[in-house]
């Protein structure tokens, strides 16, 4: 009687095992490849994480304050991976403010910036093949949206980082080209309104740009997120589009 007990209980733990393993194998044919969640393109900007979705960590803007959208956009950059391992910025232009962040969402710094004196999100089509001079204050705008950032020199062999080439919107070291406009006191206002005066770039401080921009922006590509100031962000930015080509050009007009 012992032995046949005996004999029962090693098929059971026979069959056990042997469920075990086909279990393992199914669940190992049903599973992604690693990492391949993150190179699908993204197609909306979830508001909360799902349940059983990995939990990321959400971007650390440290002791900076930061707007409700700021916040909001860069969580889920940080959560969907949508830099693709790439240093990033947030311009919020409703404030005026620029947020520059590691590849891991980890806040580097925080600076007061100049915006186009004008407010919209869109760029007036051909504006960048258009001299300055021509360019009327209605279109004096920064456009809003997710940019592929790369390196590179204004017409005047100054580094400047491109966000938009084909509209000539690049982020640059403030420069005081026309003493009235006061923009190095603008810079230093507490009120955002009064951070409105390029032509569409986004100028920031020299030391700003040096210290910060220059070393984390200026070696290779990374993506800027501009923040709407007449859209809501959830629309904007629900159509986010995957890291693709970059302009092959590195010269072009500056505003």
């Not at 803007?61 to 930061?66: E, G, K, Q």
């Not at 705008?141 to 997710?146: D, S």
Request: charged fraction near 20%; glycine fraction near 8%.
């Amino acid at each position: 009687m012992f032995r046949n007990a005996f004999k029962r209980g090693a098929e059971f733990s026979a069959g056990l095992k042997q469920g075990v393993l086909l279990g393992a194998a199914a669940l190992v044919l049903t599973l992604p490849p690693a990492g391949l969640a993150t190179l699908r393109p993204h197609t909306s900007l979830p508001s909360t994480v799902h349940a059983g979705t990995p939990s990321r960590p959400l971007a650390d803007f440290a002791f900076h304050p930061a707007s409700t959208d700021a916040r909001f956009v860069a969580n889920w950059v940080t959560r969907t991976q949508d830099n693709h391992r790439l240093p990033f910025v947030i311009l919020d232009k409703r404030e005026a403010m620029v947020f520059v962040f590691n590849a891991s969402g980890r806040i580097i710094d925080a600076s007061p910036v100049l915006l186009g004196a004008a407010a919209g999100d869109d760029s007036v089509a051909g504006i960048g093949k258009r001299p300055i001079a021509q360019v009327q204050p209605e279109e004096r705008t920064t456009p809003a949206g997710r940019f592929i950032s790369k390196p590179g020199k204004n017409a005047a062999g100054e580094d400047v980082l491109w966000v938009d080439y084909d509209a000539a919107v690049s982020m640059h070291r403030v420069r005081m080209v026309d003493p009235t406009e006061r923009r190095l006191e603008r810079l230093a206002s507490p009120d955002p309104s009064q951070r409105r005066i390029s032509y569409g770039c986004i100028n920031v401080p020299v030391a700003f740009f040096e210290s910060v921009i220059w070393p984390v922006m200026g070696s290779a590509r990374g993506v800027v997120y501009v923040l709407p100031e007449t859209q809501d962000a959830r629309k904007v930015f629900a159509r986010a589009y995957p890291v693709g080509s970059v302009p092959g050009r590195t010269t072009g007009p500056q505003m």
